[in-house]
Protein backbone atom coordinates (compact mmCIF):
# COMPACT_ATOMS: atom_id res chain seq x y z
CA UNK A 1 0.00 0.00 0.00
CA UNK A 2 2.11 3.13 1.28
CA UNK A 3 5.87 2.98 1.24
CA UNK A 4 8.38 5.39 2.10
CA UNK A 5 8.31 6.20 -1.85
CA UNK A 6 5.06 7.73 -1.57
CA UNK A 7 4.55 10.47 1.10
CA UNK A 8 1.20 10.49 2.47
CA UNK A 9 -0.35 13.90 3.65
CA UNK A 10 -2.01 12.37 6.59
CA UNK A 11 -1.38 8.95 8.53
CA UNK A 12 -4.33 8.29 10.99
CA UNK A 13 -3.67 5.78 13.82
CA UNK A 14 -6.87 3.82 14.56
CA UNK A 15 -10.20 3.55 13.74
CA UNK A 16 -12.75 3.85 16.04
CA UNK A 17 -15.35 6.52 16.03
CA UNK A 18 -12.25 9.42 16.21
CA UNK A 19 -10.15 7.56 13.03
CA UNK A 20 -12.89 6.94 10.93
CA UNK A 21 -14.42 10.56 11.50
CA UNK A 22 -10.98 11.85 10.59
CA UNK A 23 -10.70 9.83 7.91
CA UNK A 24 -13.45 10.63 6.01
CA UNK A 25 -12.84 14.29 6.82
CA UNK A 26 -9.08 14.09 5.65
CA UNK A 27 -10.62 12.31 2.00
CA UNK A 28 -13.59 15.16 1.60
CA UNK A 29 -10.92 17.69 2.05
CA UNK A 30 -8.41 15.73 -0.50
CA UNK A 31 -5.58 14.82 2.01
CA UNK A 32 -4.08 12.01 0.41
CA UNK A 33 -4.51 9.60 3.72
CA UNK A 34 -4.55 6.23 5.18
CA UNK A 35 -5.40 4.90 8.84
CA UNK A 36 -3.49 1.87 10.28
CA UNK A 37 -5.84 0.01 12.80
CA UNK A 38 -4.86 -2.92 14.79
CA UNK A 39 -8.58 -4.84 14.83
CA UNK A 40 -9.26 -6.67 12.26
CA UNK A 41 -12.26 -4.12 11.72
CA UNK A 42 -13.74 -0.92 12.43
CA UNK A 43 -14.92 0.25 15.65
CA UNK A 44 -11.81 0.73 18.16
CA UNK A 45 -13.37 0.36 22.15
CA UNK A 46 -16.75 -1.20 20.20
CA UNK A 47 -14.68 -3.65 18.28
CA UNK A 48 -12.79 -5.16 21.50
CA UNK A 49 -15.02 -4.67 24.04
CA UNK A 50 -17.71 -7.31 22.98
CA UNK A 51 -18.09 -8.92 26.38
CA UNK A 52 -21.99 -9.91 27.44
CA UNK A 53 -23.75 -7.04 28.55
CA UNK A 54 -21.53 -4.18 27.22
CA UNK A 55 -23.39 -0.83 26.41
CA UNK A 56 -23.13 2.57 26.12
CA UNK A 57 -23.25 4.56 29.36
CA UNK A 58 -24.62 7.55 27.46
CA UNK A 59 -28.06 7.69 25.32
CA UNK A 60 -27.78 6.26 22.19
CA UNK A 61 -29.78 9.36 20.55
CA UNK A 62 -26.51 11.72 22.28
CA UNK A 63 -24.03 8.65 21.64
CA UNK A 64 -24.03 9.44 17.40
CA UNK A 65 -22.13 11.48 15.41
CA UNK A 66 -23.56 14.66 15.02
CA UNK A 67 -21.55 15.80 11.65
CA UNK A 68 -24.06 13.87 8.94
CA UNK A 69 -27.41 15.25 9.26
CA UNK A 70 -29.00 12.09 6.71
CA UNK A 71 -27.15 9.60 9.03
CA UNK A 72 -28.67 11.54 12.63
CA UNK A 73 -31.92 10.91 10.48
CA UNK A 74 -32.08 7.69 8.72
CA UNK A 75 -30.21 5.06 11.77
CA UNK A 76 -32.81 3.87 13.85
CA UNK A 77 -31.27 3.39 17.17
CA UNK A 78 -33.14 0.23 18.87
CA UNK A 79 -32.75 0.89 22.33
CA UNK A 80 -32.06 3.79 25.17
CA UNK A 81 -28.52 2.88 26.07
CA UNK A 82 -27.17 0.53 22.52
CA UNK A 83 -25.64 -2.57 23.15
CA UNK A 84 -21.94 -3.35 21.71
CA UNK A 85 -23.04 -5.02 18.53
CA UNK A 86 -25.29 -2.36 17.39
CA UNK A 87 -22.92 0.49 18.24
CA UNK A 88 -20.79 -1.79 15.95
CA UNK A 89 -23.08 -1.61 13.25
CA UNK A 90 -23.07 2.05 13.48
CA UNK A 91 -19.62 2.17 13.12
CA UNK A 92 -19.24 -0.41 10.28
CA UNK A 93 -22.34 1.40 8.78
CA UNK A 94 -20.97 5.10 8.60
CA UNK A 95 -17.20 3.24 7.45
CA UNK A 96 -18.86 1.80 4.32
CA UNK A 97 -21.49 4.69 3.97
CA UNK A 98 -18.19 6.99 3.21
CA UNK A 99 -16.68 4.16 1.29
CA UNK A 100 -13.40 4.67 3.74
CA UNK A 101 -12.57 0.50 4.06
CA UNK A 102 -10.12 0.52 1.26
CA UNK A 103 -8.10 3.29 3.03
CA UNK A 104 -7.54 1.84 6.10
CA UNK A 105 -5.16 -1.06 6.78
CA UNK A 106 -6.76 -3.54 9.25
CA UNK A 107 -4.88 -6.45 11.32
CA UNK A 108 -2.05 -3.31 11.70
CA UNK A 109 -0.41 -2.10 14.89
CA UNK A 110 2.04 0.78 14.74
CA UNK A 111 4.93 0.35 16.51
CA UNK A 112 7.22 3.07 16.00
CA UNK A 113 6.41 6.54 14.85
CA UNK A 114 9.51 8.42 14.14
CA UNK A 115 10.37 12.57 13.21
CA UNK A 116 12.78 12.77 10.38
CA UNK A 117 13.74 15.02 8.27
CA UNK A 118 10.28 16.73 8.58
CA UNK A 119 7.84 14.05 7.97
CA UNK A 120 7.04 10.97 10.00
CA UNK A 121 8.48 7.43 9.54
CA UNK A 122 5.85 4.89 10.55
CA UNK A 123 6.44 1.65 11.02
CA UNK A 124 4.24 -1.58 11.98
CA UNK A 125 3.93 -4.92 13.54
CA UNK A 126 3.53 -6.62 9.74
CA UNK A 127 6.56 -4.39 8.50
CA UNK A 128 5.13 -2.12 6.71
CA UNK A 129 6.94 1.65 6.93
CA UNK A 130 5.06 4.34 6.19
CA UNK A 131 6.21 8.37 5.99
CA UNK A 132 3.38 11.17 5.76
CA UNK A 133 3.76 14.55 6.86
CA UNK A 134 1.38 14.51 9.25
CA UNK A 135 0.30 12.48 11.84
CA UNK A 136 -3.22 11.78 13.99
CA UNK A 137 -3.81 9.44 15.98
CA UNK A 138 -7.22 8.35 17.20
CA UNK A 139 -6.23 5.44 19.56
CA UNK A 140 -8.67 6.15 22.23
CA UNK A 141 -8.36 6.77 25.98
CA UNK A 142 -9.41 3.84 27.40
CA UNK A 143 -7.80 0.79 24.94
CA UNK A 144 -4.51 -0.19 26.62
CA UNK A 145 -5.84 -2.92 28.50
CA UNK A 146 -4.01 -3.17 32.49
CA UNK A 147 -3.46 -6.40 33.41
CA UNK A 148 -3.11 -6.25 37.37
CA UNK A 149 0.38 -7.51 38.77
CA UNK A 150 -0.85 -10.63 40.58
CA UNK A 151 1.43 -13.15 41.27
CA UNK A 152 0.47 -16.47 39.40
CA UNK A 153 -0.98 -15.87 36.00
CA UNK A 154 1.43 -18.61 34.95
CA UNK A 155 0.24 -20.83 37.21
CA UNK A 156 -3.65 -20.64 36.39
CA UNK A 157 -4.95 -23.50 34.62
CA UNK A 158 -8.07 -22.43 33.65
CA UNK A 159 -9.70 -20.25 30.95
CA UNK A 160 -8.43 -16.02 31.45
CA UNK A 161 -11.15 -13.52 29.35
CA UNK A 162 -10.66 -9.55 29.30
CA UNK A 163 -13.48 -7.72 29.00
CA UNK A 164 -11.67 -5.41 26.77
CA UNK A 165 -10.47 -8.00 24.41
CA UNK A 166 -13.93 -10.96 24.60
CA UNK A 167 -13.49 -13.08 22.23
CA UNK A 168 -15.77 -12.88 18.87
CA UNK A 169 -17.01 -16.30 18.81
CA UNK A 170 -19.68 -17.54 21.79
CA UNK A 171 -17.65 -18.37 24.75
CA UNK A 172 -19.19 -21.48 26.76
CA UNK A 173 -19.83 -20.58 30.40
CA UNK A 174 -23.04 -22.55 31.55
CA UNK A 175 -22.06 -24.99 34.22
CA UNK A 176 -18.77 -23.39 34.90
CA UNK A 177 -17.28 -21.34 37.90
CA UNK A 178 -16.90 -17.88 36.82
CA UNK A 179 -14.28 -15.13 38.67
CA UNK A 180 -14.60 -11.38 37.93
CA UNK A 181 -11.93 -9.10 39.13
CA UNK A 182 -12.87 -5.71 39.24
CA UNK A 183 -15.88 -3.66 39.45
CA UNK A 184 -15.70 -0.78 37.44
CA UNK A 185 -17.98 0.26 34.67
CA UNK A 186 -17.55 -2.85 33.03
CA UNK A 187 -17.35 -5.42 35.70
CA UNK A 188 -20.79 -3.68 37.10
CA UNK A 189 -21.97 -4.63 33.26
CA UNK A 190 -21.12 -7.86 32.65
CA UNK A 191 -21.72 -9.53 36.05
CA UNK A 192 -24.97 -9.49 35.35
CA UNK A 193 -24.89 -11.01 31.98
CA UNK A 194 -22.60 -13.71 33.44
CA UNK A 195 -24.52 -14.59 36.38
CA UNK A 196 -27.29 -15.75 33.48
CA UNK A 197 -25.03 -18.05 33.03
CA UNK A 198 -22.52 -19.14 35.41
CA UNK A 199 -22.79 -22.35 37.61
CA UNK A 200 -20.92 -20.13 40.27
CA UNK A 201 -19.88 -16.84 40.10
CA UNK A 202 -17.32 -14.58 42.51
CA UNK A 203 -16.74 -11.10 42.27
CA UNK A 204 -13.46 -9.85 43.67
CA UNK A 205 -13.78 -6.29 44.25
CA UNK A 206 -11.34 -4.23 45.47
CA UNK A 207 -13.51 -0.80 45.59
CA UNK A 208 -17.13 -0.50 45.83
CA UNK A 209 -18.49 1.79 43.41
CA UNK A 210 -21.37 3.65 43.14
CA UNK A 211 -23.62 2.84 40.21
CA UNK A 212 -26.99 3.71 39.09
CA UNK A 213 -29.87 1.76 37.35
CA UNK A 214 -29.69 2.13 33.47
CA UNK A 215 -33.41 1.89 33.14
CA UNK A 216 -32.79 0.52 29.78
CA UNK A 217 -35.58 -0.26 27.23
CA UNK A 218 -36.75 0.08 23.95
CA UNK A 219 -37.00 3.11 21.98
CA UNK A 220 -40.48 3.54 20.94
CA UNK A 221 -40.62 5.37 17.36
CA UNK A 222 -42.25 8.66 18.69
CA UNK A 223 -39.02 9.16 20.70
CA UNK A 224 -37.26 8.15 17.83
CA UNK A 225 -38.75 10.81 15.99
CA UNK A 226 -38.39 13.29 18.36
CA UNK A 227 -35.10 12.71 18.72
CA UNK A 228 -34.49 13.49 14.75
CA UNK A 229 -36.99 16.74 15.78
CA UNK A 230 -34.09 17.56 17.94
CA UNK A 231 -31.01 17.69 15.58
CA UNK A 232 -30.89 21.14 15.73
CA UNK A 233 -30.43 21.36 19.40
CA UNK A 234 -28.40 18.59 20.03
CA UNK A 235 -26.14 20.53 17.43
CA UNK A 236 -26.48 23.48 19.72
CA UNK A 237 -25.69 21.89 23.04
CA UNK A 238 -23.01 19.81 21.15
CA UNK A 239 -21.34 23.51 21.51
CA UNK A 240 -23.09 25.24 24.53
CA UNK A 241 -23.12 22.68 27.53
CA UNK A 242 -20.68 20.77 29.67
CA UNK A 243 -20.77 17.44 28.34
CA UNK A 244 -21.99 18.28 25.00
CA UNK A 245 -25.73 16.90 25.25
CA UNK A 246 -28.17 18.46 27.47
CA UNK A 247 -28.48 17.12 31.63
CA UNK A 248 -31.46 17.82 32.93
CA UNK A 249 -30.36 19.25 36.78
CA UNK A 250 -32.09 21.46 38.96
CA UNK A 251 -29.90 24.33 38.38
CA UNK A 252 -30.11 24.67 42.62
CA UNK A 253 -26.93 23.93 45.06
CA UNK A 254 -27.95 20.77 46.95
CA UNK A 255 -27.12 22.88 50.21
CA UNK A 256 -29.39 25.03 49.38
CA UNK A 257 -32.72 22.96 48.43
CA UNK A 258 -34.99 21.64 51.16
CA UNK A 259 -34.48 17.65 52.43
CA UNK A 260 -37.88 16.66 50.86
CA UNK A 261 -37.41 18.59 47.63
CA UNK A 262 -33.64 17.21 47.16
CA UNK A 263 -35.44 13.31 47.81
CA UNK A 264 -38.21 14.16 45.08
CA UNK A 265 -35.41 15.30 42.45
CA UNK A 266 -33.13 12.51 42.96
CA UNK A 267 -36.38 10.13 43.31
CA UNK A 268 -37.08 10.99 39.75
CA UNK A 269 -33.76 10.69 38.24
CA UNK A 270 -33.16 7.52 39.67
CA UNK A 271 -36.69 6.14 38.47
CA UNK A 272 -35.73 7.57 35.11
CA UNK A 273 -32.49 5.54 35.52
CA UNK A 274 -28.72 6.92 33.49
CA UNK A 275 -26.14 9.55 34.97
CA UNK A 276 -28.22 12.26 34.77
CA UNK A 277 -28.59 11.72 38.10
CA UNK A 278 -24.91 13.35 38.98
CA UNK A 279 -26.24 16.43 37.69
CA UNK A 280 -29.13 17.07 40.02
CA UNK A 281 -27.32 19.83 42.10
CA UNK A 282 -24.99 22.31 41.18
CA UNK A 283 -22.45 21.81 43.87
CA UNK A 284 -21.82 17.88 44.21
CA UNK A 285 -18.94 17.77 42.20
CA UNK A 286 -16.75 20.70 44.43
CA UNK A 287 -18.13 20.60 48.19
CA UNK A 288 -17.44 17.66 50.13
CA UNK A 289 -21.00 18.07 52.03
CA UNK A 290 -23.31 18.69 49.04
CA UNK A 291 -21.42 15.57 47.30
CA UNK A 292 -22.27 13.49 50.63
CA UNK A 293 -25.85 14.35 50.34
CA UNK A 294 -25.71 12.66 46.59
CA UNK A 295 -23.32 10.08 47.79
CA UNK A 296 -25.85 8.88 50.89
CA UNK A 297 -28.77 8.67 48.63
CA UNK A 298 -26.47 6.71 46.59
CA UNK A 299 -25.39 4.40 49.33
CA UNK A 300 -29.15 4.00 50.56
CA UNK A 301 -30.53 2.44 47.13
CA UNK A 302 -27.66 -0.25 47.64
CA UNK A 303 -29.29 -1.38 50.89
CA UNK A 304 -32.45 -1.64 49.29
CA UNK A 305 -31.09 -3.77 46.81
CA UNK A 306 -29.20 -6.18 48.52
CA UNK A 307 -30.67 -8.81 50.63
CA UNK A 308 -27.86 -9.88 53.00
CA UNK A 309 -26.93 -7.27 55.20
CA UNK A 310 -22.96 -7.98 55.35
CA UNK A 311 -23.13 -8.24 51.15
CA UNK A 312 -24.76 -4.81 50.51
CA UNK A 313 -22.71 -3.59 53.26
CA UNK A 314 -19.38 -4.54 51.04
CA UNK A 315 -20.89 -3.19 47.85
CA UNK A 316 -21.92 0.34 49.27
CA UNK A 317 -19.15 2.23 48.22
CA UNK A 318 -17.27 4.55 51.23
CA UNK A 319 -14.38 6.56 51.24
CA UNK A 320 -14.16 9.09 48.53
CA UNK A 321 -16.79 11.30 47.32
CA UNK A 322 -19.34 10.12 44.51
CA UNK A 323 -18.40 11.15 41.16
CA UNK A 324 -14.64 10.98 41.30
CA UNK A 325 -14.24 7.56 39.94
CA UNK A 326 -17.07 7.38 36.57
CA UNK A 327 -20.42 6.66 37.68
CA UNK A 328 -21.41 3.11 36.66
CA UNK A 329 -24.49 2.38 34.77
CA UNK A 330 -25.76 -1.27 35.68
CA UNK A 331 -28.75 -3.22 34.93
CA UNK A 332 -29.43 -5.35 37.67
CA UNK A 333 -26.06 -5.36 39.37
CA UNK A 334 -27.04 -5.13 42.76
CA UNK A 335 -29.75 -7.58 42.40
CA UNK A 336 -27.47 -10.32 40.88
CA UNK A 337 -25.58 -10.99 44.32
CA UNK A 338 -29.18 -11.78 46.15
CA UNK A 339 -28.69 -14.76 43.75
CA UNK A 340 -27.88 -18.46 45.49
CA UNK A 341 -24.73 -18.90 43.10
CA UNK A 342 -23.35 -15.38 43.12
CA UNK A 343 -20.80 -13.98 45.95
CA UNK A 344 -18.68 -10.87 46.52
CA UNK A 345 -15.28 -11.61 47.70
CA UNK A 346 -14.50 -7.89 49.48
CA UNK A 347 -10.83 -7.51 48.63
CA UNK A 348 -10.51 -5.15 51.09
CA UNK A 349 -11.17 -7.42 54.12
CA UNK A 350 -10.00 -10.37 52.31
CA UNK A 351 -7.30 -9.04 49.65
CA UNK A 352 -5.82 -11.53 46.84
CA UNK A 353 -2.22 -13.27 47.45
CA UNK A 354 -1.98 -14.80 44.59
CA UNK A 355 -3.49 -17.18 41.37
CA UNK A 356 -3.10 -20.55 41.82
CA UNK A 357 -3.44 -23.25 39.37
CA UNK A 358 -7.14 -23.58 39.87
CA UNK A 359 -8.36 -20.40 41.14
CA UNK A 360 -7.45 -17.22 43.03
CA UNK A 361 -5.99 -17.40 46.69
CA UNK A 362 -7.26 -14.77 48.91
CA UNK A 363 -6.09 -14.47 52.30
CA UNK A 364 -9.38 -15.99 53.67
CA UNK A 365 -9.10 -19.34 51.41
CA UNK A 366 -9.13 -20.53 47.89
CA UNK A 367 -11.41 -19.66 45.13
CA UNK A 368 -11.49 -23.12 42.69
CA UNK A 369 -12.89 -21.22 38.95
CA UNK A 370 -12.72 -23.08 35.58
CA UNK A 371 -13.10 -19.15 34.10
CA UNK A 372 -11.32 -15.70 35.72
CA UNK A 373 -12.73 -12.54 33.92
CA UNK A 374 -10.56 -9.30 34.00
CA UNK A 375 -12.32 -6.53 34.09
CA UNK A 376 -9.70 -4.33 35.65
CA UNK A 377 -9.52 -1.59 33.19
CA UNK A 378 -6.93 0.34 31.52
CA UNK A 379 -3.75 2.42 31.56
CA UNK A 380 -6.03 5.47 30.31
CA UNK A 381 -5.67 8.39 28.14
CA UNK A 382 -2.00 8.03 28.01
CA UNK A 383 -1.46 3.97 27.57
CA UNK A 384 -2.16 4.02 24.25
CA UNK A 385 0.08 6.67 22.96
CA UNK A 386 3.13 5.59 24.83
CA UNK A 387 2.70 2.26 23.08
CA UNK A 388 3.32 3.85 19.75
CA UNK A 389 6.84 3.89 20.04
CA UNK A 390 6.89 7.87 19.31
CA UNK A 391 10.02 10.24 18.93
CA UNK A 392 9.86 13.54 17.90
CA UNK A 393 12.39 16.11 17.47
CA UNK A 394 15.71 14.92 18.13
CA UNK A 395 14.73 11.59 18.70
CA UNK A 396 12.80 12.45 21.94
CA UNK A 397 10.65 9.23 23.13
CA UNK A 398 7.29 10.31 24.20
CA UNK A 399 7.86 7.61 26.98
CA UNK A 400 10.23 9.96 28.04
CA UNK A 401 8.89 13.33 27.74
CA UNK A 402 5.78 12.45 29.67
CA UNK A 403 7.79 10.08 32.80
CA UNK A 404 6.08 12.82 35.01
CA UNK A 405 2.85 12.89 33.87
CA UNK A 406 1.81 13.84 30.02
CA UNK A 407 1.98 16.93 28.86
CA UNK A 408 0.09 18.72 26.06
CA UNK A 409 -1.33 22.14 24.09
CA UNK A 410 -5.32 21.79 24.40
CA UNK A 411 -4.41 17.56 24.54
CA UNK A 412 -4.02 18.15 20.43
CA UNK A 413 -0.69 18.69 20.43
CA UNK A 414 2.79 18.48 22.21
CA UNK A 415 6.21 20.71 21.90
CA UNK A 416 8.76 18.93 20.76
CA UNK A 417 6.38 16.95 18.38
CA UNK A 418 5.62 18.61 15.57
CA UNK A 419 2.82 17.58 12.53
CA UNK A 420 1.21 15.44 15.23
CA UNK A 421 -2.08 15.50 16.84
CA UNK A 422 -3.92 13.48 19.27
CA UNK A 423 -7.74 13.41 18.98
CA UNK A 424 -9.17 13.09 22.48
CA UNK A 425 -5.81 13.08 23.71
CA UNK A 426 -4.85 14.06 27.63
CA UNK A 427 -5.47 17.54 28.55
CA UNK A 428 -8.77 17.58 26.35
CA UNK A 429 -12.05 16.62 27.85
CA UNK A 430 -12.13 12.77 27.36
CA UNK A 431 -14.12 10.79 29.03
CA UNK A 432 -15.25 14.19 31.12
CA UNK A 433 -17.76 14.95 28.68
CA UNK A 434 -19.69 13.17 25.74
CA UNK A 435 -16.70 11.69 23.39
CA UNK A 436 -18.78 11.44 20.68
CA UNK A 437 -18.79 15.11 21.02
CA UNK A 438 -15.30 15.74 21.92
CA UNK A 439 -14.44 13.50 18.94
CA UNK A 440 -16.20 15.48 16.18
CA UNK A 441 -15.04 19.29 17.88
CA UNK A 442 -11.15 17.71 17.51
CA UNK A 443 -11.11 16.06 13.92
CA UNK A 444 -13.18 19.40 13.12
CA UNK A 445 -10.29 21.69 14.75
CA UNK A 446 -7.49 19.75 13.26
CA UNK A 447 -9.04 19.46 10.17
CA UNK A 448 -9.35 22.89 10.01
CA UNK A 449 -5.43 23.51 11.10
CA UNK A 450 -4.53 20.61 8.24
CA UNK A 451 -6.17 22.95 5.78
CA UNK A 452 -4.69 26.03 7.13
CA UNK A 453 -1.43 24.63 6.82
CA UNK A 454 -1.81 23.47 3.25
CA UNK A 455 -3.39 26.80 2.15
CA UNK A 456 -0.18 28.73 3.87
CA UNK A 457 2.20 26.15 2.49
CA UNK A 458 3.70 25.03 6.15
CA UNK A 459 5.40 22.54 6.50
CA UNK A 460 5.89 22.03 9.93
CA UNK A 461 3.10 22.90 12.84
CA UNK A 462 4.19 22.27 16.64
CA UNK A 463 2.64 23.31 20.02
CA UNK A 464 5.27 25.56 21.52
CA UNK A 465 6.37 24.91 25.38
CA UNK A 466 5.14 27.88 27.07
CA UNK A 467 1.58 27.64 25.64
CA UNK A 468 1.88 23.68 27.26
CA UNK A 469 3.11 24.81 30.57
CA UNK A 470 0.18 27.24 30.58
CA UNK A 471 -1.87 24.59 29.78
CA UNK A 472 -0.98 22.15 32.33
CA UNK A 473 -1.08 25.06 34.80
CA UNK A 474 -5.07 25.81 33.53
CA UNK A 475 -5.80 21.62 33.64
CA UNK A 476 -4.60 21.70 37.12
CA UNK A 477 -6.29 24.64 38.55
CA UNK A 478 -9.38 23.86 36.85
CA UNK A 479 -9.21 19.94 38.81
CA UNK A 480 -8.00 21.76 42.01
CA UNK A 481 -11.79 23.29 41.79
CA UNK A 482 -13.52 19.91 42.05
CA UNK A 483 -13.15 16.92 44.22
CA UNK A 484 -11.70 15.09 41.68
CA UNK A 485 -8.12 14.76 42.86
CA UNK A 486 -9.14 13.48 46.30
CA UNK A 487 -9.67 9.96 44.45
CA UNK A 488 -7.15 7.26 43.54
CA UNK A 489 -8.47 7.03 40.07
CA UNK A 490 -7.85 6.50 36.13
CA UNK A 491 -8.02 9.93 35.46
CA UNK A 492 -4.81 10.72 38.31
CA UNK A 493 -3.39 7.52 36.62
CA UNK A 494 -3.17 6.31 40.36
CA UNK A 495 -4.87 2.94 39.13
CA UNK A 496 -1.19 1.81 37.19
CA UNK A 497 1.86 1.10 39.58
CA UNK A 498 4.56 3.86 39.49
CA UNK A 499 2.57 6.47 36.82
CA UNK A 500 3.04 9.30 37.10
CA UNK A 501 -0.35 11.04 39.23
CA UNK A 502 -1.53 13.65 37.09
CA UNK A 503 -5.07 14.91 36.46
CA UNK A 504 -5.01 14.64 32.91
CA UNK A 505 -8.28 15.69 31.58
CA UNK A 506 -9.46 19.34 31.13
CA UNK A 507 -12.61 19.69 33.90
CA UNK A 508 -13.68 22.77 32.85
CA UNK A 509 -16.57 21.45 30.67
CA UNK A 510 -16.53 21.06 26.73
CA UNK A 511 -18.60 24.45 25.98
CA UNK A 512 -15.11 25.84 27.73
CA UNK A 513 -12.84 24.01 26.18
CA UNK A 514 -14.12 24.36 22.75
CA UNK A 515 -14.10 28.02 23.01
CA UNK A 516 -10.55 28.46 23.99
CA UNK A 517 -9.60 26.08 21.18
CA UNK A 518 -11.79 28.48 18.70
CA UNK A 519 -10.05 31.26 20.08
CA UNK A 520 -6.67 29.67 19.37
CA UNK A 521 -7.51 28.85 15.32
CA UNK A 522 -9.18 32.64 15.46
CA UNK A 523 -5.81 34.06 16.84
CA UNK A 524 -3.78 31.99 14.05
CA UNK A 525 -3.38 29.44 15.97
CA UNK A 526 -2.03 30.98 18.82
CA UNK A 527 0.65 29.11 20.77
CA UNK A 528 2.00 26.90 17.21
CA UNK A 529 4.98 27.62 15.96
CA UNK A 530 4.70 27.47 12.17
CA UNK A 531 7.39 27.05 9.40
P1 LIG B 1 -12.09 0.75 35.63
O1 LIG B 1 -13.20 1.68 35.82
O2 LIG B 1 -10.71 1.26 35.72
O3 LIG B 1 -12.31 -0.43 36.67
C1 LIG B 1 -11.31 -1.37 36.90
C2 LIG B 1 -11.72 -2.22 38.07
O4 LIG B 1 -10.68 -3.18 38.29
C3 LIG B 1 -11.85 -1.42 39.37
O5 LIG B 1 -12.89 -1.96 40.11
C4 LIG B 1 -10.50 -1.67 40.05
O6 LIG B 1 -10.53 -1.52 41.44
C5 LIG B 1 -10.28 -3.11 39.66
N1 LIG B 1 -8.89 -3.50 39.77
C6 LIG B 1 -7.84 -3.00 39.08
N2 LIG B 1 -6.70 -3.60 39.50
C7 LIG B 1 -7.06 -4.48 40.46
C8 LIG B 1 -6.35 -5.38 41.28
N3 LIG B 1 -5.03 -5.48 41.21
N4 LIG B 1 -7.05 -6.13 42.15
C9 LIG B 1 -8.38 -6.03 42.24
N5 LIG B 1 -9.10 -5.18 41.51
C10 LIG B 1 -8.45 -4.41 40.63
O7 LIG B 1 -12.18 -0.02 34.21
P2 LIG B 1 -13.47 -0.36 33.35
O8 LIG B 1 -14.54 -0.90 34.18
O9 LIG B 1 -13.04 -1.14 32.19
O10 LIG B 1 -13.96 1.06 32.86
C11 LIG B 1 -13.05 2.00 32.34
C12 LIG B 1 -13.79 3.09 31.65
O11 LIG B 1 -14.21 2.64 30.36
C13 LIG B 1 -15.06 3.56 32.31
O12 LIG B 1 -14.85 4.41 33.39
C14 LIG B 1 -15.74 4.21 31.16
O13 LIG B 1 -15.17 5.46 30.90
C15 LIG B 1 -15.42 3.25 30.04
N6 LIG B 1 -16.49 2.23 29.98
C16 LIG B 1 -17.72 2.66 29.67
C17 LIG B 1 -18.74 1.76 29.63
C18 LIG B 1 -20.08 2.26 29.31
O14 LIG B 1 -20.21 3.15 28.51
N7 LIG B 1 -21.09 1.74 29.92
C19 LIG B 1 -18.54 0.43 29.90
C20 LIG B 1 -17.26 0.01 30.21
C21 LIG B 1 -16.25 0.94 30.24
P3 LIG B 1 -10.15 -0.10 42.11
O15 LIG B 1 -11.34 0.78 41.87
O16 LIG B 1 -9.91 -0.43 43.52
O17 LIG B 1 -8.93 0.41 41.40
Known amino acids: MCNLDAVLDIAVIGAGFAGLHMLDQLRRYEFSCHAYESAIGVGGTWFW ?59 TTVTGAAFE ?54 VELAGRRVGVIGTGSSGIQVVPELAKE ?81 ATFTDTGRDLRANAVLADYFRDRVREQVHDPATARALTPTGYPIGTKRLCVDDGYYETFNLPHVRLVDLRADPIQELTRTGVRTIGGDHELDVLVLATGFDAFTGALTRLGITGRDGRALTEVWRDGPRSYLGLAMAGFPNLFTLTGPGSTMVLSNVLRAIEHHVEWVRDLLVHAREHELTEVEALEPFQDEWAARLAELASGTLYPRTDSYYLGANIEGKARVFAPFAGGLDAYRRICDAVAAEDYRGFRTA
Open 49 to 107: NRYPGARCDVESVDYAYLHDPELHETWQWSERFAAQPEILRYAEHFADRRGLLPHITFG
Open 198 to 278: AAELVVFQRTANFSVPARNRPLTQQERNAAVARYEQQVHDARTTRFGHAVIGTGKAALETDPAERAVELDARWARGGTHIV
Open 117 to 170: DGAWNLTTDTGERVRARFVVTAVGCMSAAHTPPIPGWERFGGTVLRTSRWPAEP
